[in-house]
T-cell receptor, first 114, second 116 residues
Framework: DGGITQSPKYLFRKEGQNVTLSCEQN?????MYWYRQDPGQGLRLIYY???????QKGDIAEGYSVSREKKESFPLTVTSAQKNPTAFYLC?????????????FGPGTRLLVL | AQKVTQAQTEISVVEKEDVTLDCVYE???????LFWYKQPPSGELVFLIR??????QNEISGRYSWNFQKSTSSFNFTITASQVVDSAVYFC?????????????FGKGTMLLVSP
């Protein structure tokens, strides 16, 4: 199956804990993105990446970190510095972020703080 | 700064009614793209349409149609003969170029409830 997979579907975080959300794609897209969605809100951009080993901060990068060691993978770590991490996290891919191409989204991960 | 406004927070209709979702945007760019996405209760965003700023022709796809008016900076979405399966949150988005990379600015979404 071609597409974007995100795991886990639900994730629980304890206070002071770092957690990592997985995003994998087999669409051969260069660009990958992470968004955060809060209830009743639109999507806000956390980080994005056009190529391996390169990524840029989005509008709300504080308290988050990413890596892009492989083209297919763009994991997001929610660190203990993120004081309000409860949200729905969506990963997206695009053919090439140098052009204004369509972004395609994964199924998302819901992060809850215990 | 880019901005997308979806003034309708929630709309409720009865099946078979027509419904229009409004989207107003702000940008200083002369070349830009506008998008609509659907988010059903499952959560995944589904791409519906991408339209560039130079193409003001209306588009129709089955029961869906889009009206792009550059003069009023609007990109409205109409569902004809709505169905229960159309119930979802709909997002309008605007592309932006940041240091050579394209990102999207989203509106806050409009929740559409279609009852039988």
């Amino acid at each position: 199956d071609g597409g974007i997979t995100q795991s886990p579907k639900y994730l629980f975080r304890k206070e002071g804990q770092n957690v990592t959300l997985s995003c994998e794609q087999n669409l051969n897209h260069d660009a990958m993105y992470w968004y955060r969605q809060d209830p009743g809100q639109g999507l806000r951009l956390i980080y994005y990446s056009q190529i391996v080993n390169d990524f840029q901060k989005g509008d709300i990068a504080e308290g988050y970190s990413v890596s892009r060691e492989k083209k297919e993978s763009f994991p997001l770590t929610v660190t203990s510095a993120q004081k309000n991490p409860t949200a729905f996290y969506l990963c997206a891919t695009g053919v090439d972020s140098r052009y204004q191409e369509t972004q395609y989204f994964g199924p998302g991960t819901r992060l809850l703080v215990l | 700064a880019q901005k997308v406004t979806q003034a309708q927070t929630e709309i409720s209709v009865v099946e078979k009614e027509d419904v229009t979702l409004d989207c107003v945007y702000e940008t200083r760019d002369t070349t830009y793209y506008l998008f609509w996405y659907k988010q059903p209760p499952s959560g995944e965003l589904v791409f519906l349409i991408r339209r560039n700023s130079f193409d003001e022709q209306n588009e129709i796809s089955g029961r869906y149609s889009w009206n792009f008016q550059k003069s009023t900076s609007s990109f409205n979405f109409t569902i004809t003969a709505s169905q229960v399966v159309d119930s979802a949150v709909y997002f309008c988005a605007l592309s932006d170029m940041n240091s050579g990379y394209s990102t999207l600015t989203f509106g806050k979404g409009t929740m559409l409830l279609v009852s039988p």
